[in-house]
């Protein structure tokens, strides 16, 4: 979920003009969740999210998740719906995180979301090492927090964990060396991928010298939406 940055916290609305998108697999499927009317507020699509969901499917069953940019809920709500174990989701705004708590009081089955207002890189900070099995980044895009936040994100999720990044795609970023892309794919508007962490994390999956860190370049790359292998 990427919204515009510099908004005042508190500043979304519940207007006529407010949209709404659907949780579209699992024991929630069809439930509706509301998008406030917010400038730059756009979750991820139905389009994107069944790929990445096709992706994981072998990866949810009892997973500890993160949604760091959390927004509507829609990728951390999505992963419960489908067998996540617990999420967490992450959410600066006061007015959207309170609508996610309200969200997932209303869903049965909705308190293994747990919302926390905080501001993510502040929140990361204070986290344990290796709390979660797979985490979900989409930021604001034009605030370009990709560099801020993933050294956090490398310590928060176990080694042999799964990472989640959307980005534009003009956008490019470097991972520590010991996560291995493992799909990438396109839309018109953005451009995102899943990556795998070596199982023996950075203690373990040292690189030779000279090899790169894994990367989202700034090129296209073509959709696959094949399951896990």
Do not use: C
């Not at 709404?20 to 969740?33: A, D, E, Q």
């Not at 406030?36 to 072998?58: K, Q």
Request: aromatic fraction near 6%; charge should be positive.
């Amino acid at each position: 979920m990427n919204k515009a940055p510099g908004r005042p916290p508190g500043a979304a609305s519940t207007s006529a003009n407010a949209g709404k998108v659907r949780i579209i697999g699992g024991r929630w499927r069809g439930t509706r969740l509301g998008v406030p009317d917010v400038a730059g507020l756009r979750p991820t699509s139905d389009r994107v999210r069944e790929t990445l969901f096709n992706w994981l499917m072998p990866v949810l069953p009892g997973a500890r998740v993160l949604d760091l940019f959390a927004g509507s809920g829609a990728l951390g709500l999505e992963a419960l719906s489908r067998g996540a174990a617990s999420a967490v989701l992450v959410e600066r705004d006061p007015t959207l995180a309170a609508a996610l708590r309200a969200t997932a009081a209303r869903l049965p089955g909705g308190e293994a979301a747990t919302v926390a207002q905080a501001d993510a890189l502040t929140w990361l900070t204070s986290q344990p090492a290796g709390g979660f099995d797979l985490a979900f980044v989409d930021p604001p895009f034009a605030a370009g927090l990709w560099d801020a936040v993933l050294p956090g994100i490398a310590r928060v999720v176990k080694p042999d964990g799964w990472l989640y990044v959307e980005a534009p795609h003009e956008a490019a970023f470097d991972l520590p060396p010991d996560w291995r892309p493992h799909r990438e794919g396109r839309t018109r508007e953005v451009r995102y991928a899943l990556y795998r962490r070596a199982p023996g994390g950075p203690a373990t999956a040292a690189p030779a010298p000279g090899s790169a860190t894994a990367t989202l370049p700034a090129a296209p790359a073509s959709p696959d939406s094949g399951a896990l292998a």
